[in-house]
């Protein structure tokens, strides 16, 4: 039977409107994930000053005060800081709240900005020489981007912090106000965890904090699904000030935990030592495995004197040059849809996207001469099983044209903006198929874009090694993953 806090969340996520709900970043922590969360914090006594940012209807603070309550703390007095811009929501708040009273609770409920109220305290608590305020931290932060010139953005400067959403500069913000030693569990999207967007809050957050535990969904829709939140989301638990040791990865399917797995690994299979983006590694293995097992697989694309690059063309800037078949003129250009696991189908039909653009003087700069290349996907569906998807181009599917088009949404694996030898770009073709390719990449990657970057983080097999993977593939119509995963055999 539904507690009436969830029924209250239920009714609010199918009452407020899609805008709304955009409008604020902010939505309800379900029941069974607000107390997996409080379970995170470890067992403590004496006084507790608790911050709960982006209150809400109180999911979160009333799981923490359950704990309180059923002995899993214990602490002789709580103080809450409930914040909750909303304040349609303080009634349900207050609600949630004066369900957990007990003698050594107090409680304050306001509607203060977070981030302007927590950036006037820090400044002024530097100034003056003030310790941080609170021993816990508890929150499910408001997912929305900020604009570079907000006034949000500019209030977060005055105080060191540079990050582009308001979920991690919740968390930054509640990192600097809690007390060396004390304790913060939240639920934020995976983003943050690579990219150069999120490289200064990845600075900030590692310099300050300690890991100590992640859980990760296997699926990105579970932990809101009554929002139809498509987001991968993870939940942390961080100490303010500790010193890094092993870090709990925990998993499960979904919100209702029961399938829990959890193992410990060393804090160097989260974040590589000496590794200059402060990338954060959530590993879903109880053992390192995969491609780190493979001694042959150490090398960098620059290594092998191979480049990738983003498809320079971006179909809407050159409409009047798009044809939707081949014609005199014009020359192939390639979209994901033109892909399929094993070849190239072109031209092909009713897929809405045009398959020729016009080689001219206009075009001309953005076209790759004729060759064999591979390329990957930049986008993967929002549940679909991969998140690397290559295919390999072969010049011989267009016939006797010179130059081909490549679009936005394809990376492409090139020599200097030219072709690849065959067999070493049916060798990657074949490598960035495999299993242990794609755990590797989910690793440093919580989002369903594949960008450049990501794919110059990984290590790949000698140029020899790849040739052999392609040399094996070659003239096959059919490759099952199970084959392409037993391919890395050849290179060991």
Same mark, same amino acid.
């Given at each position: 039977?539904?507690?009436?806090?969830?029924?209250?969340?239920?009714? +609010?996520?199918?009452?407020t409107?899609?805008?709304?709900?955009s409008? +604020?970043?902010?939505?309800?922590?379900?029941?069974?994930?607000?107390?997996?969360?409080?379970?995170?914090?470890?067992?403590?006594?004496?006084?507790?000053?608790?911050? *709960?940012p982006?209150?809400?209807?109180?999911?979160?603070?009333?799981?923490?005060?359950?704990?309180?309550?059923?002995?899993?703390?214990?602490?002789?007095?709580?103080?809450?800081?409930?914040?909750?811009?909303?304040?349609?929501?303080?009634?349900?708040?207050?609600?949630?709240?004066?369900?957990?009273?007990?003698?050594?609770?107090?409680?304050?409920?306001?509607?203060? *900005?977070?981030?302007?109220?927590? $950036?006037?305290?820090?400044?002024?608590?530097?100034?003056?020489?003030?310790?941080?305020?609170?021993?816990?931290?508890?929150?499910?932060?408001?997912?929305?981007?900020?604009?570079? =010139?907000?006034?949000?953005?500019?209030?977060?400067?005055?105080?060191?912090?540079?990050?582009?959403?308001?979920?991690?500069?919740?968390?930054?913000?509640?990192?600097?106000?809690? #007390?060396?030693?004390?304790?913060?569990?939240?639920?934020?999207?995976?983003?943050?965890?690579?990219g150069?967007?999120?490289? @200064?809050?990845?600075?900030?957050?590692l &310099?300050?904090?300690?890991?100590?535990?992640?859980?990760?969904?296997?699926?990105?829709?579970?932990?809101?699904? *009554? !929002?139809?939140?498509? %987001? #991968?989301?993870?939940?942390?638990?961080?100490?303010?000030?500790?010193?890094?040791?092993?870090?709990?990865?925990?998993?499960?399917?979904? =919100?209702?935990?029961? =399938?829990?797995?959890?193992?410990?690994?060393?804090?160097?299979?989260?974040?590589? !030592?000496? *590794?200059?983006?402060?990338?954060?590694?959530?590993p879903?293995?109880s053992?390192?495995?995969?491609?780190?097992?493979?001694?042959?697989?150490?090398?960098?694309?620059?290594? +092998?004197?191979?480049?990738?690059?983003?498809?320079?063309?971006?179909?809407?800037?050159?409409?009047?040059?798009?044809?939707?078949?081949?014609?005199?003129?014009?020359?192939?250009?390639?979209?994901?849809?033109?892909? =399929?696991?094993?070849?190239?189908?072109?031209?092909?039909?009713?897929?809405?996207?045009?398959?020729?653009?016009?080689?001219?003087?206009?075009?001309?700069?953005?076209?790759?001469?004729?060759?064999?290349?591979?390329?990957?996907?930049?986008?993967?569906?929002?549940?679909?099983?991969?998140?690397?998807?290559?295919?390999?181009v072969?010049?011989?599917?267009?016939? !006797?044209?010179?130059?081909?088009?490549?679009?936005?949404?394809?990376?492409?694996?090139? %020599?200097?903006?030219?072709?690849? @030898?065959?067999?070493?770009?049916?060798? +990657?073709?074949v490598?960035?198929?495999?299993?242990?390719?794609?755990?590797?990449?989910?690793?440093f990657?919580?989002?369903?874009? $594949?960008?450049?970057?990501?794919?110059?983080?990984?290590?790949?097999?000698?140029?020899?090694?790849? #040739?052999?993977?392609?040399?094996?593939?070659?003239?096959?119509?059919?490759?099952?993953?199970?084959?392409?995963? &037993?391919?890395?055999?050849?290179?060991?």
């Amino acid at each position: 039977m539904l507690s009436e806090l969830e029924r209250t969340r239920l009714r +609010l996520s199918k009452e407020t409107s899609r805008q709304r709900k955009s409008s +604020l970043g902010q939505f309800f922590t379900p029941g069974s994930t607000a107390a997996f969360m409080a379970q995170l914090f470890p067992a403590a006594g004496g006084e507790c000053r608790l911050l *709960d940012p982006g209150a809400g209807i109180g999911s979160l603070t009333a799981a923490f005060l359950a704990r309180w309550h059923a002995g899993g703390f214990r602490f002789d007095r709580v103080s809450v800081d409930a914040i909750e811009l909303d304040s349609t929501l303080h009634g349900s708040l207050a609600a949630t709240i004066a369900g957990h009273e007990r003698s050594g609770l107090s409680v304050r409920i306001c509607s203060d *900005d977070f981030i302007h109220s927590a $950036v006037e305290t820090i400044a002024r608590d530097l100034f003056s020489g003030s310790p941080p305020r609170y021993t816990h931290v508890i929150l499910n932060p408001p997912y929305k981007k900020m604009a570079s =010139d907000s006034a949000h953005r500019l209030a977060l400067r005055r105080v060191g912090i540079e990050t582009v959403n308001l979920y991690s500069a919740f968390l930054a913000l509640a990192v600097e106000l809690t #007390e060396h030693g004390g304790q913060i569990v939240a639920i934020v999207p995976r983003s943050f965890c690579n990219g150069p967007y999120y490289r @200064p809050f990845r600075e900030y957050l590692l &310099d300050r904090v300690a890991i100590r535990h992640i859980h990760l969904f296997d699926s990105r829709s579970a932990a809101f699904r *009554d !929002d139809a939140v498509l %987001q #991968e989301n993870v939940i942390l638990h961080l100490e303010r000030a500790g010193t890094q040791g092993a870090v709990t990865i925990s998993t499960s399917t979904d =919100d209702s935990f029961t =399938d829990l797995t959890a193992c410990e690994h060393p804090s160097s299979d989260i974040v590589g !030592d000496g *590794d200059p983006e402060r990338i954060i590694h959530v590993p879903t293995g109880s053992t390192q495995g995969g491609l780190s097992a493979i001694p042959g697989v150490r090398y960098t694309l620059d290594e +092998l004197g191979i480049k990738v690059s983003t498809g320079p063309v971006v179909d809407f800037r050159f409409k009047e040059h798009l044809r939707a078949m081949p014609e005199s003129g014009s020359v192939p250009l390639l979209y994901p849809a033109h892909f =399929d696991r094993v070849s190239v189908i072109w031209p092909a039909e009713g897929i809405r996207k045009p398959n020729a653009i016009m080689h001219n003087q206009t075009t001309e700069r953005w076209l790759y001469p004729a060759g064999y290349y591979c390329v990957v996907r930049r986008f993967s569906s929002k549940e679909e099983a991969r998140r690397i998807v290559p295919g390999v181009v072969d010049p011989a599917v267009f016939g !006797d044209v010179t130059m081909l088009g490549f679009e936005n949404h394809l990376n492409v694996f090139h %020599q200097n903006r030219g072709g690849l @030898p065959e067999q070493l770009a049916r060798g +990657l073709f074949v490598f960035l198929q495999t299993t242990a390719v794609d755990e590797a990449f989910r690793r440093f990657n919580g989002h369903t874009q $594949v960008n450049v970057k990501d794919l110059t983080l990984l290590r790949y097999p000698s140029r020899e090694g790849l #040739e052999r993977l392609g040399a094996w593939a070659t003239g096959r119509t059919e490759l099952t993953q199970e084959q392409v995963d &037993d391919s890395l055999g050849m290179l060991k």
